[in-house]
């Protein structure tokens, strides 16, 4: 219940305070969403605005039914502000005819016509509109957008006209009467898809739906749509067990893990300060994890990793040889944000080498023998050499696997 004034009998209150507004209360409360009142013997008096975040007598606030004690979210000042701005841009704002007889500010496409707005039908079939009306089209046959007049109506159709332009209307019928095949689009999409996916294969790219789903998310939407999923759509066009891409992927990331587990013993018995998977946002707005940010180091340690006082943010990076870097892009992403970063290997290197200023590597051998517990060393040594069997040994089995049949 709102109150009807502030000047409210103050007999029976035993406590009333004065805000620095000026209005008597004796209750604040917050709502569930945050917001703040203020009551006097049970009516509201004051609320706070949500925009500018001051607390104004209900005076200071227009009246609105829909909302909480039916008083608008923000106070009169704000909305004379928003109000104020809203008009001085459509003021500004130059008319859609003047915006049109200038080409410098009109958007023109490649094959010519001028448009405002880009739309697509439910089923992923894109059109441009100008005044809100359809100007252009996309072909499925040629795959290329077409003025409106140069393709078909059609009634049935969600906005009005054919999926294929004249031309390749007439192309399609003539295929038809010499009996031919006429591919449809489901088809010509296929091809593209397939195109697509053996790219990836042949440069050597992740194939697991769950990393695709995130990074190539078009793709992975075109092969719900033509295949009925990723799975579906690997096994048909490349011809490969989706579970063996799986498989190799999740071992992978095993060794990986392993690895990361043995470094981080490692590290923890020379005493040395650290994050593990530090995440922090780049500046394309990618999340980077490295395996660990060093923050402090014995000097033993320091010496052997070629670290200085310059060296303030240190990223060190485990991998199980050289081929696992070189199909990374680490240097890449990680360069940019530390002083130096450090590549330690399990194998395929024996001595530290310096591969730039702020880039190094070093076997991870190198790193447990400054270890002084004896019975810790060899046991972390023992670790290494039994990952690097197993991961060996997997390799092994895998090009068996692949290798022809005698």
């Known amino acids: ?118 739309k697509q039908t439910n089923k992923r079939r894109q059109y441009y509109t100008l005044k809100s009306e359809i100007i252009a089209v996309h072909c499925s046959g040629c795959d290329s957008f077409k003025i409106v007049t140069d393709v078909g109506k059609q009634k049935e159709s969600p906005i009005g006209v054919k999926n294929y332009c004249k031309q390749c209307q007439s192309k399609r019928e003539k295929a038809k009467r010499a009996g031919e095949h006429v591919p449809v689009v489901a088809e010509l999409r296929k091809k593209e898809i397939k195109k697509e996916l053996e790219c990836m294969r042949d440069a050597g790219e992740e194939l697991t739906s769950k990393y695709n789903q995130t990074h190539n998310s078009a793709l992975y939407g075109k092969t719900l749509n033509y295949f009925g999923g990723w799975r579906e759509a690997i096994e048909q066009c490349l011809e490969i067990d989706y579970d063996t891409i799986r498989k190799d992927f999740e071992s992978g990331q095993y060794y990986g893990r392993k690895l990361e587990e043995i470094v981080e013993e490692v590290l923890t018995s020379l005493g040395c300060n650290f994050k593990t998977q530090d995440s922090f946002v780049g500046e394309n707005g990618e999340v980077l994890v490295p395996d660990f940010n060093l923050t402090g180091a014995p000097h033993k340690v320091a010496k052997e990793l070629e670290l200085t006082n310059k060296h303030v943010r240190v990223f060190i990076d485990s991998k199980l040889g050289k081929h696992t870097n070189e199909k990374s892009s680490s240097e890449e992403k990680y360069l940019p944000y530390c002083d130096k970063l450090i590549f330690v290997y399990a194998r395929g290197i024996d001595y530290p080498e310096q591969l730039s200023e702020k880039v190094s590597r070093l076997p991870l051998t190198d790193l447990i023998i400054l270890i002084e517990d004896k019975e810790q060393r060899q046991k972390l040594s023992d670790e290494l050499i039994g990952l690097i069997w197993d991961a060996d040994m997997k390799h092994l089995e895998e090009e068996a696997d692949l290798a022809p049949a005698q």
């Not at 509201?44 to 005076?59: D, N, R």
């Not at 923000?74 to 080409?103: G, T």
């Open 1 to 118: 219940m709102l109150a009807p004034s502030l000047n409210l009998t103050m007999e029976g209150l035993t406590m009333i305070r004065t805000h620095e507004k000026g209005f008597k209360y004796d209750v604040e409360t917050m709502t569930k969403r945050g917001r703040v009142y203020f009551e006097l013997a049970g009516d509201i008096v004051a609320l706070a605005c949500t925009k500018c975040k001051k607390v104004e007598a209900i005076e200071g606030f227009n009246k609105d039914k829909n909302l909480f004690a039916g008083i608008s979210n923000i106070c009169r000042e704000c909305k004379k502000a928003k109000s104020a701005k809203h008009w001085k841009e459509r003021k500004n704002r130059q008319p859609f005819q003047e915006v049109l007889e200038s080409y410098e500010t009109a958007q023109a496409h490649e094959v010519g016509f001028i448009w405002d707005t880009l």
